[in-house]
């Protein structure tokens, strides 16, 4: 069974900067490609970010590309998603998650149903 536990979110004015992290248990971490998603009041979860099982390649959603980085550490097992010139319009619950086949390169969007494992998120504020 793998667990993932994300942290970092929290309250930060407009332009501000976060850096949430997830940590995932288990040995074969750094077989697969992991991604962020939000969901925002009311809205339907989205895709943010997601980067390669090797680090190499990413991905990321029009809105968030130019100011959020996606990285990981597999030997500390740490995917993280740092955040800048945050919007009003970035508050949300942000999950973690693994995608359910190995080796993935991630060159387009990842897709939820495609996710096996999920974090229970953490939520940001962006308040101006």
């Known amino acids: 069974q793998v667990q993932l536990v994300e942290s970092g979110g929290g309250l930060v004015q407009t332009g501000g900067s976060l850096r949430l992290s997830c940590a995932a248990s288990?040995?074969?971490?750094?077989?697969?490609?992991m991604g962020w998603f939000r969901q925002a009041p009311g809205k339907e979860r989205e895709f943010v970010a997601g980067?390669?099982?090797?680090?190499?390649?990413?991905y990321y959603a029009d809105s968030v590309k130019g100011r959020f980085t996606i990285s990981r550490d597999n030997a500390k097992n740490t995917v993280y998603l740092q955040m800048n010139s945050l919007k009003p319009e970035d508050t949300a619950v942000y999950y973690c998650a693994r995608e359910r086949a190995k080796w993935g390169v991630v060159v387009t969007p990842l897709n939820e149903y495609d996710m096996d494992y999920w974090g229970k998120g953490t939520l940001v504020t962006a308040s101006s």
């Open positions: 288990g040995r074969t971490f750094s077989s697969y490609a």
């Open positions: 980067i390669s099982w090797h680090g190499f390649t990413t």
